[in-house]
């Protein structure tokens, strides 16, 4: 079992940035990445990296937000610049293995950006 601890999320003002991280019990996954959860939305996917280090954004944070990975610290990070209201969600992080390709989830951390 795969445990995946959270942190980095709280308030912050538009415009403003704030630095996700993901640190996780295993070692090397096929893919770490972050979704994210609005009130009264289904949950999306914003960023993942893969194990060769290539990402993908969904559109809305294309130019503002970075997914990183440590594989030495088995840790995934999302680097969120010039946040947008828009951007307010319960952010999750999730890893998914190499081998049998199952996935973990953090357990969610809010970010608010209101001013």
């Known amino acids: 079992q795969v445990q995946l601890v959270e942190s980095g999320g709280g308030l912050v003002q538009p415009g403003g940035s704030l630095r996700l991280s993901c640190a996780t019990s295993g070692s090397i996954f096929r893919a770490m990445g972050w979704y994210r959860q609005a009130p009264g939305k289904q949950r999306e996917l914003v960023a993942v990296v893969s194990i060769g280090g290539s990402t993908n954004y969904v559109d809305s944070v294309k130019g503002r937000f970075t997914c990183s990975r440590d594989d030495a610290k088995s840790t995934v990070y999302l680097q969120m610049n010039n946040l947008k209201p828009e951007d307010t969600a319960v952010y999750y992080c999730?890893?998914?293995?190499?081998?049998?390709?199952?996935?973990?989830w953090g357990q969610g951390t809010q970010v608010t950006v209101s001013s």
């Open positions: 999730y890893v998914r293995t190499v081998l049998s390709s199952a996935t973990y």
